[in-house]
């Protein structure tokens, strides 16, 4: 079964860093380019970074440039973000994704 | 403020028809190819539309979309009561400073 899951969400303070991970299974990982993707609480989705198969290109948005920085090891097919300086409005959903793949996502919480 | 304007919802009766449209620019929708997703409020979207008008296996051929120049339209003719939920565009906008995955703000669609 073609599946990536997330995982390492939680609550964290203002200031503080979290890791999420995302397992991918089914399908050739390494030749994907792949994404975390947010969505606030009753918002829209929000694109967060992206990297390339071979790690390559990687790219951010503005609001976590500086702060956020992702990763991949084709090796054991997985994907990961590293949140530092964590703020109130990164609380969301965050989705590990290709364009096609979605994962159930794991909640982030920044709060005191 | 999305960099994709969708409208904010959409209804139909059982069977009728609704279109859902989706409007962006050069360096977005008219330069690149546009992805339609669905989303049932509590679970990861799910991929219906790829490459502006091709489905995935498995998706109902009901649902059809659309591009030409800068806007794009999501088509559900034979509406039914499960197909209530929202719906985002998606597609790659070239900035300045490297790709960024560009979203709608999402259409709610309500079956009557």
């Known amino acids: 079964e073609v599946q990536v899951v997330e995982s390492g969400g939680g609550l964290v303070k203002p200031g503080g860093s979290l890791r999420l991970s995302c397992a991918a299974s089914g399908f050739a990982f390494s030749t994907y380019n792949m994404n975390w993707v947010r969505q606030a609480p009753g918002k829209g989705l929000e694109w967060v970074s992206s990297v390339s198969g071979g790690s390559g290109y990687i790219y951010y948005a503005d609001s976590v440039k500086g702060r956020f920085t992702i990763s991949r090891d084709n090796a054991k097919n997985s994907l990961y973000l590293q949140m530092n300086s964590l703020r109130a409005d990164d609380t969301a959903v965050y989705y590990c994704a290709s364009e096609s793949i979605w994962g159930q996502g794991t909640l982030v919480t920044v709060s005191s | 403020q999305s960099v994709l304007t969708q409208p904010p919802s959409a209804s139909g009766t059982p069977g009728q028809r609704v279109t859902i449209s989706c409007s962006g620019s050069n360096s977005n929708i008219g330069g690149n190819t546009v992805t339609w997703y669905q989303q049932i409020p509590g679970t990861a979207p799910k991929l219906l539309i790829y490459?502006?008008?091709d489905r995935p296996s498995g998706v109902p051929d009901r649902f059809s979309g659309s591009k030409s120049g800068t806007s794009a339209s999501l088509a559900i003719s034979g509406l039914q009561s499960d197909d209530e939920a929202v719906y985002y565009c998606?597609?790659?906008?070239?900035?300045?400073?490297?790709?960024?995955?560009?979203f709608g703000g999402g259409t709610k669609l309500t079956v009557l």
């Open positions: 490459n502006n008008d």
């Open positions: 998606a597609a790659w906008d070239d900035g300045l400073n490297g790709p960024v995955w560009v």
